[in-house]
């Protein structure tokens, strides 16, 4: 497959797939499920940073010193904007954006959501081509931790347009087309990137800070609410278990 049909294929999956999951996992209310996704998604996405992504935006840069700037800026940049609400990523069920709402309120807490979604998932898909356009199998990678931290993040979405009065079938709808902001993402920076190379070093880095952050200081302070020693074993594991699937990938498309 051409670069741009990898990147195409691996948003719409993307969105499908993280869609349809929390669909499901929203609708049949497992609990249990998701906090084991959240803590397969934190090792999902610390592997894809330091296994994959930031060796390759170093092999591509002149100045790891610039580099290392930039994550340090894009972590501040995501932390400010979680702060406007531009970037939400709450995945359990007592901060503020999960309080059941009143039904009247469902258009300005509902669409912020949406509109929050939309905008992380655009820069979702410019991240996946920025990794297709520099290596194929980084690509995948990348691809993969994506979605393993979309699903917990699209339940807790669900949950909260249920809980702001929208029907299930309106949610799924919303979410469904608050996706396809990642196909749009990804096409226009495949075709903005093929001319600015230059550009794939910054966004990687970025994109490692994105991913950095949403483990760190989105994902990783909800697994401390669970302190029994079976459930942090069970973290620990699952945490194992994410991190060892991005060396999986590796060993599977590098062979």
């Known amino acids: 497959m051409t670069v741009l049909l990898w990147i195409v294929a691996a948003s719409i999956a993307g969105g499908l797939l993280s869609v349809g999951c929390a669909a499901l ?31 390759e935006a170093i092999k591509l840069t002149d100045n ?25 990523h709450c995945h359990h069920d007592h901060c503020e954006v999960h309080e ?39 690509g995948i990678v990348t691809a993969l931790a994506i979605i393993a931290h979309e699903i917990p993040q699209e339940v807790g979405d669900f949950m909260i347009l249920l809980h702001s009065g929208y029907s299930k079938a309106r949610a799924l709808w919303l979410n469904l087309l608050s996706s396809l902001a990642t196909l749009v993402g990804g096409v226009l920076a495949y075709f903005a990137l093929q001319s600015v190379q230059s550009c794939v070093p910054t966004l990687l880095a970025l994109a490692a800070a994105s991913m950095l952050y949403v483990a760190v200081a989105d994902l990783i302070p909800g697994l401390h609410q669970r302190t029994r020693l079976r459930d942090t074993v069970e973290q620990v594991l699952l945490i194992v278990a994410g991190v060892s699937s991005i060396l999986l990938v590796n060993l599977l498309v590098g062979a």
């Open 25 to 55: 996992f929203a609708l049949n209310a497992r609990a249990h499920w998701v906090n084991a996704l959240v803590s397969y998604a934190i090792g999902a996405l610390l592997g894809a940073v330091f296994l994959d992504v930031l060796p």
């Open 64 to 88: 790891v010193s610039v580099l290392s700037g930039t994550v340090l800026a894009g972590i501040l940049l995501f932390f400010t904007l979680e702060k406007l609400m531009l970037w939400r």
């Open 100 to 138: 059941p709402v009143q039904p009247h309120a469902h258009g300005r807490s509902g669409m912020m959501i949406v509109v929050g979604d939309t905008f992380h998932n655009f820069v979702d898909g410019v991240i996946i081509a920025a990794a297709f356009l520099t290596d194929i199998q980084l």
